[in-house]
């Protein structure tokens, strides 16, 4: 089975991506989908996460309020990396069990998408990287649409490497400037590449895209 690696910029279009291979039949699992379970009341995180931070981290119902808890990392590196100590490990063991699941299964290719793939080296554990990638204009755009404000922009960008780091590293590239048919079309030709490559691997072991 091939895995594709799928990161870039905060706010980039990485989501939409993911969407586009879903409906083209690729099986897709989401760190940041990941993220918020390993943080459901009760979880293994969620209880270090309490202890790290306190009750007021929680709502009313006991679930982390995920705003606040991101006010106060994106403020203070030691607390961003202390939270991503709790959560990283198990987020990464889920993805991996997921990956196992689909490689029993047959499946020729799968997608994870990792926003911070390259920071917590994860691209020796895929077999090719796409990064999404918009202008910092366009990307400051959508943050804000949002509702983010500049500082919260500037901590998130430089809580991430540059896109332009991923991109000289990432064998694909999907630019998503234009409308979602340009999106798209570059996604079909990435696929075709992939498609051909998992044509050439055979009894279902992990190969690399050539």
Known sequence: MIVLGLTGGVGMGKSTVGDLLRQRGVPVVDTDALAREVVEPGQPAWEEIRRVFGDAVLDAQGRLRREEVARRVFASEPLRRQLEAITHPRIRARWHAQLAQWRAQG???AVVVIPLLFEVQAETEVDAVLCVACSAATQRERLRARGWTDQQIEERLRAQWPVERKLARARFVVWTEGGLEVTAAQV???????RSSCSVVSGGSPGAVT
């Open 107 to 109: 499946q020729r290719l």
């Open 188 to 194: 079909d030709r990435i696929l075709s590449s992939l």
